[in-house]
């Protein structure tokens, strides 16, 4: 494997050096009490205070980089004090990381395949699982296999040769608190300025660079961005048969724009096996079959070449592209029941082409119902009394309780998005990078009031304003968004059969956790028209890969709860 890690905190562990030299890892010089492996790609070094850095650390501004909480980026550390050893993973975009305790220490590793040649039996989590079917893309330290955590993006782990506990470093809150009231024509600048900084950090020596160009605002700013560094970088879009998924004539405009070279990849619902295992086993469901098409696509247009791999991905998340009204009454607690409150309620009707009745309609009813607290649970196709009331615990529940709805939307989608990062089956074992979640990025968005982002009736109105000058204006202004709805319709009739056979004759089915009379009248259905609950399908049926892949691995020795 050529990105990654495998670790061992504690003395005494046998069989790692097989196990990382048998995925091509070299053994790191380290220290006593930890034992540490990396592919041949990933970037080490060492910082002033002894930590090991594995991956990419960048100096917060004006700040000399002698620990890792003064730097960011995508880096695992690993460092051993006077009575302690630890682990840290860099916030929002650490590298993923993952533990379980083994023979007198704690195992740590990037990715399950590492695992296997330590511990081939494992046992599925079945609360992970009714959980994660409840609560969709809410990643807590919980995985799908018993015994094994996932280290979040912003803590560390601490290990005292008897037990581990787990402290965060970074939270969102602060920011969030730190509001920032200047008008978007001043924060513009200087989120174009913060954003291409990020950029040019991590394009540092990498080599060659694809960024994946939807023609959507997001990547397009990716695009300028790393124009603006001068990487050496092209560009691939995906296009579908079908216009809603042909986004090709943006994708050019952005490219002819940058002056980079633009890859066409052309994939349809006949390179789509929505039942078939998933090609890589993660610690908890991971790719989404219905996107296999774009996946194959990439590989048969990047093929063997060994590229960074850069997108747009958290662009809505990060520039609060919140589609309710809670900027609204965010406003209205912020300024009163005023004209700039019912400014912001003409900007949110504008950027949801509402009108202002509707939108005062549903801000009163948003009022009276009060704050949302908890994650939204979703039981379609569920048997409700099978899955958790309410959601695993996550170190971000704990906020200022005096935060609006508004900016709690903007922290959860962030949270949201940060469960997508190591999904896609085309960056697996790749140099992804996710520039728009930098944490010089985040932070500063975070400080941005919420009314602010729909300024002028424009959703993501800062980031809008800010590359304004370095893109084409059809894309700045465009308010649509690229889908590929038809190819997922017509994968699923295609398919339909197989899906049904797939779920309902299936593990969760078997567990009791699925409502098999919705499923055997929706699978009935004649047509799909304006229903769009066969995505729901389909995230079950992604669940059900999984597990029967999971159960389907070797075994013959204990699991992780038995070490």
């Given at each position: ?419 997508f990062l190591d999904r896609p089956e085309r960056w697996y074992d790749r ?65 339909r059969p197989a899906l049904r056979d797939l779920i309902l004759g299936g593990r969760l ?55």
């Amino acid at each position: 494997m050529r990105q990654g890690v495998l670790a061992f905190a504690g003395m005494g562990a046998t069989g790692l050096a097989d196990a990382g030299s048998h995925e091509g890892l070299h053994r790191i010089d380290t220290f006593p009490g930890l034992e540490l492996w990396a592919g041949e790609d990933v970037q080490q070094s060492r910082l002033a205070d002894g930590s090991i850095i594995i991956g990419d650390i960048f100096p917060h501004s004006g700040k000399p980089l002698r620990a890792p909480g003064d730097g960011w980026g995508d880096f695992l550390a690993f460092y051993r004090g006077a009575s302690l050893s630890g682990a840290e993973r860099a916030p929002l975009t650490g590298r993923p990381l993952y533990w379980v305790p083994h023979q007198a220490g704690v195992l740590l590793a990037s990715h399950l395949k590492l695992l296997m040649g330590l511990c081939r039996a494992i046992q599925i989590d079945w609360g992970f699982v009714a959980h994660g079917l409840a609560y969709r893309n809410l990643r807590t330290e919980r995985t799908g296999l018993v015994g094994v955590s996932e280290l979040l993006p912003g803590s560390r782990l601490l290990w005292d040769g008897a037990s581990a506990r787990v402290e965060q470093t970074w939270s969102p809150w602060p920011f969030v608190a730190d509001r920032d009231p200047l008008p978007v024509a001043e924060l513009a600048p200087v989120l174009q300025h913060t954003l291409q900084a990020a950029v040019a950090a991590w394009v540092g020596a990498r080599p060659d660079i694809m960024i994946e160009l939807s023609g959507g605002l997001d990547s397009s700013i990716v695009a300028a961005a790393l124009s603006a560094a001068d990487a050496n970088s092209a560009a691939v879009t995906f296009a579908t048969p079908d216009a809603d998924g042909d986004e090709r004539h943006y994708a050019r405009a952005v490219a002819e724009r940058c002056s980079i070279e633009l890859i066409e990849a052309e994939h349809d619902d006949r390179t789509v096996d929505l039942v078939r295992p998933p090609a890589h086993l993660h610690f908890r469901p991971g790719a989404y079959a219905v996107l296999g098409g774009i996946d194959r696509a990439f590989e048969v247009a990047v093929g063997d070449r060994e590229v960074s791999v850069f997108g747009g991905i958290g662009g809505d998340n990060v520039f609060a592209f919140d589609s309710t009204v809670a900027p609204i009454l965010d406003a209205a607690s912020h300024f009163g029941l005023g004209g700039r409150m019912f400014r912001t309620m003409r900007d949110v009707a504008r950027a949801s082409n509402a009108s202002l009745w509707d939108a005062a309609r549903l801000s009163w009813r948003a009022w009276r119902k009060g704050p949302r607290r908890r994650w939204e649970r979703d039981t379609t196709f569920l048997a409700v009394d099978a899955v958790p009331a309410i959601p695993f615990a996550h170190p971000w529940d704990v906020g200022p309780t005096a935060v609006s709805q508004a900016k709690r939307n903007h922290v959860e989608a962030i949270r949201r998005i940060l469960d997508f990062l190591d999904r896609p089956e085309r960056w697996y074992d790749r140099d992804a990078i996710a520039p728009l979640l930098s944490q010089p990025v985040v932070e500063f968005c975070l400080r941005i009031p919420s009314w602010t982002w729909v300024a002028g009736g424009r959703d993501r109105a800062v980031a809008r304003a800010a590359f304004a000058p370095h893109l084409p204006p059809e894309i700045v202004w465009r308010r649509g968004k690229g889908r590929i709805e038809s190819l997922c319709v017509a994968a699923f009739l295609a398919q339909r059969p197989a899906l049904r056979d797939l779920i309902l004759g299936g593990r969760l089915a078997e567990q009791g956790l699925l409502d098999r009379a919705s499923i055997e009248a929706y699978f009935a259905r004649d047509n799909l028209d304006g229903n769009f609950d066969y995505f729901r399908l389909l995230e079950i049926a992604d669940a059900e890969r999984w597990v029967r892949s999971i159960e389907a691995l070797p075994s013959g020795r204990p699991s992780f709860d038995q070490r």
